[in-house]
């Protein structure tokens, strides 16, 4: 069976524009006017609030938030409050599912495995931690996942820490786990990463695990045209 995976490299992008980007992208995919996509992108500065998630984990006031212009969303994927922003890879996938398993924990421990097995190319220890969602190295946090499935078609993602300024997730109670910490790339290696390099990681381990065997390279200009076909 061939299975095709559409990918676009959206470098650094509003969260707004982007989450307005993916329900188009939602829309055309359930009705199969496009294939399956992988966004990879970074975001300015940015807290989000899952549907179940807690205000009060949101402990940054508004000096902390004006100071280092965080802007704050309350949207619609599973999970609760987290961090956005620069050196930190967001992924969006907007697959369908019925064309691989109609399984959403299934769906959820793959993208775990996408970004444990980029981590153990850096000779990292990653896996998961019994009881929570995303990827740990140890008991710190260094990949988050919150997505929403309907239609059996995917949005939302992960958030992947490789150079991220880590003291930005003192203004919340990531995920609201108040006994864990996060780290990243950066932090663990005790060097800087290339963003792009973690990104062609990624796309390998994405397509194996998801069983894509082609792929279509998308520019940011084309994806952000309406026109867009397959």
């Given at each position: 069976?061939?299975?095709?995976?559409?990918?676009?490299?959206?470098?650094?992008?509003?969260?707004?524009?982007?989450?307005?980007?993916?329900?188009?992208?939602?829309?055309?995919?359930?009705?199969?006017?496009?294939?399956?996509?992988?966004?990879?992108?970074?975001?300015?500065?940015?807290?989000?609030?899952?549907?179940?998630?807690?205000?009060?984990?949101?402990?940054?006031?508004?000096?902390?938030?004006?100071?280092?212009?965080?802007?704050?969303?309350?949207?619609?994927?599973?999970?609760?409050?987290?961090?956005?922003?620069?050196?930190?890879?967001?992924?969006?996938?907007?697959?369908?599912?019925?064309?691989?398993?109609?399984?959403?924990?299934?769906?959820?421990?793959?993208?775990?495995?996408?970004?444990?097995?980029?981590?153990?190319?850096?000779?990292?220890?990653?896996?998961?931690?019994?009881?929570?969602?995303?990827?740990?190295?140890?008991?710190?946090?260094?990949?988050?996942?919150?997505?929403?499935?309907?239609?059996?078609?995917?949005m939302h993602g992960f958030a992947f820490n490789v150079?991220?300024?880590?003291?930005?997730?003192?203004?919340?109670?990531?995920?609201?786990?108040?006994?864990?910490?996060?780290?990243?790339?950066?932090?663990?290696?005790?060097?800087?990463?290339?963003?792009?390099?973690?990104?062609?990681?990624?796309?390998?381990?994405?397509?194996?695990?998801?069983?894509?065997?082609?792929?279509?390279?998308?520019?940011?200009?084309?994806?952000?045209?309406?026109?867009?076909?397959?």
């Open positions: 069976m061939n299975r095709r995976l559409t990918y676009c490299d959206l470098d650094f992008i509003d969260y707004k524009e982007a989450w307005d980007l993916q329900y188009y992208l939602h829309q055309q995919r359930a009705e199969n006017n496009i294939s399956d996509l992988l966004l990879l992108l970074e975001h300015p500065n940015t807290y989000t609030l899952g549907k179940t998630a807690h205000i009060e984990n949101l402990i940054g006031g508004k000096d902390f938030l004006e100071r280092n212009k965080i802007s704050v969303y309350n949207i619609d994927r599973g999970g609760d409050i987290t961090y956005h922003g620069p050196g930190q890879i967001v992924g969006y996938p907007i697959i369908n599912l019925t064309d691989w398993y109609q399984d959403s924990h299934k769906y959820l421990r793959t993208l775990e495995e996408v970004i444990i097995k980029v981590c153990n190319e850096y000779g990292l220890a990653a896996g998961r931690v019994d009881g929570y969602t995303g990827v740990w190295i140890d008991d710190k946090k260094i990949a988050a996942i919150g997505i929403k499935i309907s239609r059996w078609v995917t150079n991220t300024n880590l003291d930005l997730f003192d203004g919340i109670i990531p995920c609201g786990i108040s006994d864990k910490s996060v780290t990243s790339l950066q932090k663990e290696l005790e060097k800087e990463i290339p963003i792009d390099e973690v990104k062609e990681k990624l796309l390998h381990h994405f397509m194996n695990e998801f069983n894509y065997n082609t792929i279509e390279f998308i520019s940011k200009k084309s994806l952000l045209n309406p026109t867009l076909k397959n």
